[in-house]
């Protein structure tokens, strides 16, 4: 008889209307800060205080449109603009390390959209930087933040489901040819893309890969179109993941553990429900909530960014700093295996 739960755990996720009101200044006028703001706006009392773009026009165009106090003409005004107390930076990820350290080196709190950097040494040095001025930092995978994974976190502490053998995940979406994914200047490809759904998942698991094989695809425009990944941890646990930038994909993941096996009931990575099923599968439990997407989700990692800055802490226990390197080690380790060749990322520390 295979030991399983009767019911699930409740999310401890807290009301994101109660949580403080900051000032945020949005660094990047892209398509993921329109979602950001829009959903942050409907369900928190987060405030958008200020944007920041490359150019001044483009500053105000957005501003007037999100109702947005102050444009800045350039990144560097937006950072030190006093008024502000975390800066959400929201440009492709080969700018993250320069944004996030001159967010950090103006003494800003930030919130950086996923990856949080193009490697692990990236990573590292934006890590170092926030802890040594006492400022919070965390990558944007909001997935986490969600109360279904408060939930997930729940039962695998609890060792519901055992032993964790084996973790399927997939990641595919449709992408039209002027979307920066096919720019290789904009380290464009699944990987550091989509990819950091499926992959962040698997090392939170199962931690940085022990062993890791693959195959990618190149497309015409000179990024990665697809690729897919074997990895298994020192017990030889073992773990798959597909990203492509073709089509959609069911976009769900498999957790087979010794004692149960969750499945996902819609696309893992975004507000849906899931099922626990004992590893015999005589027993299932249901997560049922509405499918969901970013408008629905991403304001609970803005709540929680709210809650820790107010609270005076470094980082947040729903994306800790050392689960975002672990990940970056193993994309690391997928470029070096792979042969990808982004373009030089800006290693340059500014303090
Ligand atoms: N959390 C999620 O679900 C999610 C979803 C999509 C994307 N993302 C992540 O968010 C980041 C931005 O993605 P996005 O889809 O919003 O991209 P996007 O629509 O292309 O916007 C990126 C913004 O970055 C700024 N930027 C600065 N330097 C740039 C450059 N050299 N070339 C192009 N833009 C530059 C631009 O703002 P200005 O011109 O105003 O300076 C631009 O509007 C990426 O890291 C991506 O992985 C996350």
């Excluded at 000032?23 to 993921?32: S, Y």
């Excluded at 800060?33 to 920041?52: C, L, M, W």
């Excluded at 997935?143 to 964790?164: C, H, N, R, S, W």
């Amino acid at each position: 008889m295979i030991d399983f739960p009767q019911t699930l755990p409740a999310s401890r996720i807290p009301d994101p209307m109660a949580a403080p009101a900051l000032r945020w200044g949005v660094l990047g006028t892209g398509w993921i800060a329109e979602q950001f703001i829009a959903s942050t706006r409907a369900h928190t009392r987060q405030i958008f205080a200020a944007v920041g773009s490359r150019s001044l026009d483009k500053a105000q165009d957005f501003a007037s449109r999100w109702e947005i106090e102050t444009a800045h003409g350039s990144y560097t005004s937006l950072v030190n603009d006093p008024s502000l107390d975390v800066i959400y930076v929201a440009s492709p990820h080969n700018l993250h390390f320069e944004h996030v350290m001159l967010a950090l080196g103006a003494g800003k709190h930030v919130l950086v959209e996923k990856p949080m950097a193009m490697s692990q040494s990236q990573g590292r040095q934006m890590a170092e930087l926030a802890q040594r001025k006492g400022l919070f930092l965390a990558e944007a995978l909001w997935t986490y933040f969600l109360p279904k994974f408060d939930v997930i976190d729940q039962l695998l502490a609890a060792g519901t489901l055992g032993e964790i053998k084996s973790v399927q995940t997939d990641y595919g979406e449709y992408f039209t040819r002027d979307h920066r994914i096919f720019n290789p200047a904009l380290a464009g490809g699944p990987l550091m893309d989509l990819g950091t759904y499926p992959l962040s998942l698997i090392t939170r698991l199962m931690g940085a890969p022990a062993t890791l094989v693959g195959q990618k695809q190149m497309d015409e425009s000179g990024v990665h179109g697809q690729l897919s990944l074997m990895m298994a941890d020192h017990a030889g646990n073992q773990a798959t993941l597909s990203t492509t930038l073709y089509g959609f994909t069911p976009t769900n993941a498999v957790i087979v553990g010794t004692k149960a096996t969750l499945r996902f009931g819609s696309e893992f990575n975004l507000p849906g429900p899931f099922t626990l099923a004992s590893a015999d599968g005589a027993s299932v439990l249901t997560w049922d909530e509405p499918r969901g997407r970013h408008f629905e989700g991403l304001f609970y990692e803005a709540a929680e960014v709210a809650r820790c800055i107010a609270a005076g802490q470094g980082e947040t226990p729903r994306r800790p700093l050392e689960a975002s390197l672990v990940m970056l080690g193993a994309m690391d380790r997928v470029i070096g295996t792979l042969g990808l060749d982004y373009l030089a990322p800006v290693e340059e520390v500014m303090s």
